[in-house]
């Protein structure tokens, strides 16, 4: 009797065994997985073996982690896990742990998970609504990043076909179709509010952006949740399906869909196959569905079932309630770890025998789960391993999940098997706190760089015919600017050069204003274009006060201008006063430091720096709005004109002013002004070389003494002979010629001294400028709080493009000592300079002979010039005092009295896609100059 008992229990325990053994992974299976995963990581990635690839390698057009500088208000949405939640989100500071989270939980009814695509969006919209009601924000238009945990086809971040539904949706007329145009339909449909979608985000993605911004070496993001799947940074290069190869950028692997070409059928059980057979998807996500919290529950119900039947369990008594499909499903996932008051709520009568049996199961079922889950994790960051080319690798993974957070037993048995599996790779699993909106929100705060010229793109779209003036450089320029859209985007220039005479800039300010506007006039009538209402763009190279981009305040008149009646007074005003009849609008008044940036900024995404080196001087960039003082708001950046030039007038330079900059200050129209501008601008430059020729001939040190009433002639060398002289070829003859003309009958020596002296004193510029360049970008590097800046310089301006033109073969030397000089003011940075006309003499060859035969000269003449050689310390003390500057330019109490103005331009971002010149983007402006101010005020 007893051996029979005990032959009946030994025969049970082995059916029991049997039965769970299949779910017993062997170390050799695990291996074959995980090499396996590889093998469809490989092939999603790949164009030819993609369309047929079970793992989806999806693009996320997410293409770098967060780096504490994301700041900005933003709205997520957070579809797909067990809960659906809208969220705003606030990053504050730019500073992690910076991020205020406010967030309301919404339910999704099964009849709407599972009926129609417009009925799921219109609840979508309204659990919105309702947001957007409780916060009090109905009337903002904020972005919003879209967190939809399901397999999308992105062709940009906002841009998402819906591939498949997987886990529990199923709503008709949305697979294929863009999710983030269905939401745009639905929130038109409701017609109660506006929102931006920024950014279109799998959980994944979101949760690994999440866990990023506390831990940059996160770069893999894990969800064990109602579903399973992974993304992480692969590198553009391997992603064949997408144009490019610098750079990196998060792929959604979609590995819940592995298995689907039939290469896990060895360890699928059957029960497996049962519950696949009763999913919403069958033959689909045959990974997730052995992996992931909706299914556990259910192969755990067949198992229990079968046992049952068997009568191994619960004295082979099948309740209603456990034949229910579903009954453990996600939301009773917590069947997985509290067996016992799970069976009494199953209304089954256990015995103790029962829930060990019971524990048992669940515990087979969800140790394979973790353990494929790792399986697949070892492959990935194999993967990533070898891309990078390391023996060992680092890494983070960032999780989020309820199987992952609330199983017992999940994480270890995960992190172990990726231990065992991928012995080279450390690999640390951090918890995403915050759920996947906060990194929803952080990819939108790196789209949303991307909006505002998405935005100038769009209105760009448009034909549109535009007109610019450019005032205030050596020419005064009218251009249009024509947009069709024929096959193809076209942009056609034409421009004109109009006299700005001496009589004119120096008279009353209505005649300046109604000279513009009579040129205006021949300009649209020589276009035909009178009867035509366009729109303006106002480049005004002077220093302005801003309240919004289309009014403009002239503070004070400098370089060579100098009219009555304009200072203090709005320039649109009064060119509008002007040119009242011809129905034109201006729209948007831009300093040419600005417009510089914007040209620069449509090449090159990095430029958030503008600096004119031509009559005047000046620079503009991108600082922290929370740093101006004068501006409302402390989110996002704005553009800051400098105004440098007025660098010292409080005295500040004095000590490396010379007796020549001095000079040059007296006989100029605004003295005691523009200080710094003076020592450094075309404007000046060849008045210092001639004051400094004649005090050398006076000394008898050039020319045998002579000096003719035309040396004494102001204005005698210009600027552009400066250049001239300084080339090393051609620069000898020049000087001759030059100097002939001055009458001075100029001997060999003579000429070579001449060449010196332009040579030193650009120098000087280009040194100078380079300090006050490099105080800007420690700003900028400070403000980023990055150890290593890497931005992007645009720049124009007669004096420093005349180096660079016209052929490679001439000297580049100014430029070249402004870039070098600039590198070791600010060693920790990779700056680039990018000229605004493109593809002017770029790469000027260098020449260095004439250094070496000026040896003698130099030391001859090396007194009088001392002091225009500045020491390290003199051009770091400069930069100092320039960094003073724009901090007390920037405050409060201290703008009153600064010399450098930091005057905010409303200009709140760079562009940041490729594209057109400056014209084009001012025209741009034009077009949505007021809109544009509206927008970038809400963010
Ligand atoms: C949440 C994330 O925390 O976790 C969601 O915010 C994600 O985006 C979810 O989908 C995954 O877990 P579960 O268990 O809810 O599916
Ligand atoms: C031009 C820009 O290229 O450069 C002007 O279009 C700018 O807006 C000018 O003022 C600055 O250089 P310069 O040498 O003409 O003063
Ligand atoms: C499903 C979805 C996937 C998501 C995962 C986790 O696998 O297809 O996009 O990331 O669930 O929520
Ligand atoms: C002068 C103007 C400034 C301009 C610069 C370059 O410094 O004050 O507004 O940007 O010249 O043209």
Partial sequence: MVTAVAQRLASQRKEIDDTLAAFALSPTQLQEVKAKMRVELERGLKKDSHPTASVKMLPTYVYR???????????????????????????????????????????????????????LFDHIVQCISDFLDYMGMKNTRLPLGFTFSFPCNQTGIDKGDLVCWTKGFKATECEGYDVVDMLREAIKRRNEFDLDIVAIVNDTVGTMMTCAYEDPKCQIGLIAGTGSNVCYMEEMKNIEFVEGDEGQMCVNTEWGGFGANDNIEDIRTRYDREVDGGSLNPGKQRFEKMTSGMYLGEIVRRILIDLTKHGL???????ERLKTKGIF?????LALLQVRSILQHLGLDSTCDDSIIVKEVCGAVSRRAAQLCGAGMAA?????????????????????????????????????????LAPNCKVDFILSEDGSGKGAALITAVGKN????????????????????????????ILRVKVSHEKKQTVQMESQIYETPEDIIHGSGSRLFDHVAECLGDFMEKQKIKDKKLPIGFTFSFPCAHTKLDEAVLLTWTKRFKASGVEGMDVVKLLNKAIKKRGVNIMAVVNDTVGTMM???????????GIIIGTGTNACYMEELRHIDLVEGDEGRMCINTEWGAFGDDGTLEDIRTEFDREIDRGSPNPGKQLFEKMVSGMYMGELVRLILVKMAKEGLLFEGRITPELLTKGKIETKHVSAIEKSKEGLTKAEEILTRLGVEPSEDDCIAVQHVCAIVSFRSANLIAATLGAILTRLKDNKNTPRLRTTVGIDGSLYKIHLIPHPSVSARYARRLHKTVRRLVPESDVRFLLSESGSGKGAAMVTAWASRLADQTRQIAETLAEFR???????????????????????????????????????????????RST???????????????????Q
Avoid at 67 to 90: I, M, P, S, W
Avoid at 313 to 319: E, K, P, V
Avoid at 924 to 932: A, E, N, W
């Fill in 920 to 938: 084009a983007i001012r025209c741009i402006f034009l077009k949505i100059g007021k809109q544009m101010t509206r927008i970038l005020d809400m």
């Fill in 380 to 420: 990935v960051v194999d993967k990533i391993r070898e891309n990078r080319g390391l023996d060992n690798l680092e890494i983070t993974v960032g999780v989020d999940g309820t199987l992952y957070k609330l199983h017992p037993h999940f994480s270890t048995i995960l992190k172990d098997t990726v231990r065992e």
């Fill in 450 to 477: 991307t909006y505002n010229i998405d935005y100038f793109f769009n209105s760009f779209t448009e034909k549109g015919d535009f007109i610019a003036l450019d005032l205030g450089g050596s020419n005064f320029r």
């Fill in 870 to 916: 500045l020491t390290e310390e003199q051009l770091l003390e400069v930069k100092k005092r320039m960094r003073t500057e724009i901090q007390n330019g920037l405050s409060k109490n201290t703008q009153s009295t600064a010399t450098v103005k930091m005057l905010p331009t409303y200009v709140r971002s760079t562009p940041d896609g490729t594209g057109e």
């Fill in 313 to 319: 369990l619960f004295r082979g008594r099948i309740t």
């Fill in 599 to 609: 040209t620069c900024g449509f090449d090159d995404q990095r430029c958030e720096v």
């Fill in 329 to 333: 499903e996600t939301n009773d996932r």
């Fill in 65 to 119: 982690t967060p780096d504490g500088t994301e700041r900005g208000k933003y709205l997520a949405l957070d579809l797909g896990g067990t809960n659906f939640r809208v969220l705003v989100v606030k990053i504050r500071t730019g500073m992690r742990n910076s991020v205020r989270m406010y967030n309301k939980i919404y339910a999704i009814p099964l009849e709407i998970m599972q009926g129609t695509g417009e009925e």
